[in-house]
């Protein structure tokens, strides 16, 4: 079975710390997806980042960073320098691969920055 | 606005009503879906609409749950006989292809709270 895990449920940092968002998923497939979404107090999910599982490559965007690594089965995302702009809760989501389209999501983090 | 968007987008009701929640996808985008979050939990699947396929309602959590997705456009989930346990707020995404990669794109979302 598919599952996503976010063991952290909120963090606080004060601005400009570096802050890590943890996932850890499960899935018996060999071809999947990963995602990061940012829901600001909106509401409304901003897509951040898909990865799909044959590229291990850490990705660096800005701020953000993130890193896969199918060994431990995580995909955590780093923010550096954080800004109070960042202050949302972020979500790891998987799915599998071309031709189903179910996303499974984890529970989120909460991440306060603080001035 | 070319985002997708949901209306009512706060809806509060008496047990036992029934609601129906709205959601006009972005132009063009063929797939659209429908989650619910439950506070403090991450999104979980509800619909799923592709093109004129029938639809997937694997995640509808009971029968007072449907959802229909006319001209395949404009979506509309219908909750029967609330109940306070249905309290959450209901997201919808469309979503478009790159390629063989699929992105989503959230509504702000439906909050609904059953008295």
């Known amino acids: 079975a598919q599952k996503v895990t976010q063991a952290q449920t909120e963090i606080s940092v004060v601005e400009k710390e570096d802050v890590t968002l943890d996932c850890v998923y499960e899935?018996?497939?060999?071809?999947?997806?990963l995602f990061w979404y940012k829901q600001p107090p909106s509401g409304e999910l901003v897509f951040l980042i898909r990865r799909n599982s044959f590229d291990e490559q850490n990705e660096i965007s800005g701020r953000y960073s993130w890193n896969f690594q199918k060994s431990t089965s995580s995909f955590n995302f780093t923010i550096t320098a954080s800004q109070v702009v960042d202050s949302a809760v972020y979500f790891c989501a998987l799915s599998e691969a071309i031709g189903t389209y179910k996303y499974i999501f984890g529970t989120g983090t909460r991440l306060k920055v603080l001035a | 606005g070319a985002g997708v968007s949901q209306s009512p987008s706060n809806k509060v009701t008496e047990k036992g009503k029934d609601v129906e929640l709205r959601c006009d996808p972005i132009s063009g985008h063929t797939a659209l879906y429908w989650y619910r979050q439950s506070l403090g939990q991450g999104l979980e699947f509800l619909i799923y609409?592709?093109?004129?396929?029938?639809?997937?309602k694997s995640g509808l959590p009971s029968d007072r749950f449907s959802a229909e997705r006319t001209g395949g456009s404009v979506s509309t989930l219908t909750i029967q006989r609330t109940q306070q346990e249905d309290s959450a707020v209901y997201l919808c995404?469309?979503?478009?292809?790159?390629?063989?990669?699929?992105?989503?794109?959230f509504g702000p979302g439906t909050r609904l709270l059953v008295l």
């Open positions: 995404a469309s979503t478009t292809w790159a390629g063989s990669q699929e992105t989503q794109y």
């Open positions: 609409f592709q093109g004129n396929s029938a639809p997937d």
């Open positions: 899935t018996r497939d060999t071809t999947y997806y």
